[in-house]
């Protein structure tokens, strides 16, 4: 027996969980590898998750966690996109927008 449980010896059974660890059953379930403490969501998209979960049966925190496992697995062979380029197309579109409001001013 271990210090501590050793030293729960002459607690009451009521109080006592030594003997109840020993005596119990490991159940193995799906646990996550690491808890996400806060998500950010618009009060509307949390709104429309609980909805949809409630449902299925499920909490909203399951369904959550099953579309952000699809989306992984159905774009896990997909490679990154090049962060160059990307920053390229964005600053390419946001000279077009604004090429065409100062167009849209001068007519």
Known sequence: MTKKRTSLAGVPAARNLGGAFEESE????RRPAKMVTALRLDL???AELEVAAS?????????MRQIIEEWVAAHRGTPAPDQ???LVRH???ARRAAASLTHDRAA
């Open 91 to 93: 600053l390419d579109a």
């Open 44 to 46: 509307d998209i949390q």
């Open 84 to 86: 160059l380029n990307e």
């Open 55 to 63: 449902a299925r049966g499920i909490g909203s925190s399951t369904l």
């Open 26 to 29: 490991v159940v193995r379930e």
